[in-house]
T-cell receptor, first 113, second 114 residues
């Protein structure tokens, strides 16, 4: 089945720095990837997605990069702010279950003022 | 305001006492799902529903039941809760089709089974 992993469970940065959160996936047939943000006490919130026919996609202060050769994607947050402190998950649609998302274990991002 | 509402937010119960966690969405979404979140294990899907009266098992369905009698509601039922069901539960909803993976989550229900 699909598995999704993250390289680092925690990431600590200074306010204003750029943050990079990494994610590896196992299924080379995966064609769609999603990043979610979970703030303390809240449910996950959609940030950005990318399809496998793209290498890069940009949103507001966030960029996702996809490297299909090594089955790796990353989420880059520019000029990180204290409000970006949260757990970040990558997720891939998995298996035959309709709408099923397989989530990575998450990276805890802490932004210091 | 578009949202997914779960109740209760916190629940402490004892082994074997049936409970229901309600979930309601006001976005007219066809798809709804339940996840549990445990430390070190991330979010795992319990059950999902593609539409009214259409439900199916996710990765960890044992010990849970669901029903989808109305489009907006998707309750999670624990007929005989056990301590290993102590967890943080999330309900999610989405449109069908290509948008099904952009899921909107509720705020969560923290359940403790003693």
């Amino acid at each position: 089945g699909e598995s999704v992993g993250l390289h680092l469970p925690t990431l600590s940065v200074q306010e204003g720095d750029n943050s990079i959160i990494n994610c590896a996936y196992s299924n080379s047939a995966s064609d769609y990837f999603i990043w979610y943000k979970q703030e303390s006490g809240k449910g996950p919130q959609f940030i950005i997605d990318i399809r496998s026919n793209m290498d890069k996609r940009q949103g507001q202060r966030v960029t996702v990069l996809l490297n299909k050769t090594v089955k790796h994607l990353s989420l880059q947050i520019a000029a990180t702010q204290p409000g970006d402190s949260a757990v970040y998950f990558c997720a891939v649609p998995g298996g035959t279950s309709y709408g099923k998302l397989t989530f990575g274990q998450g990276t805890i991002l802490t932004v210091h003022p | 305001e578009a949202q997914v509402t779960q109740n209760p937010r916190y629940l402490i119960t004892v082994t074997g006492k049936k409970l229901t966690v309600t979930c309601s969405q006001n976005m007219n979404h066809e798809y709804m799902s339940w996840y549990r979140q445990d430390p070190g294990l991330g979010l795992r899907q319990i059950y999902y529903s593609m539409n009214v009266e259409v439900t199916d098992k996710g990765d960890v369905p044992e010990g849970y039941k669901v029903s989808r009698k109305e489009k907006r509601n998707f309750p999670l039922i624990l007929e005989s809760p056990s301590p290993n069901q102590t967890s943080l539960y999330f309900c999610a909803s989405s449109l069908r089709g290509r948008a099904k993976n952009i899921q909107y989550f509720g705020a969560g229900t923290r359940l403790s089974v003693l």
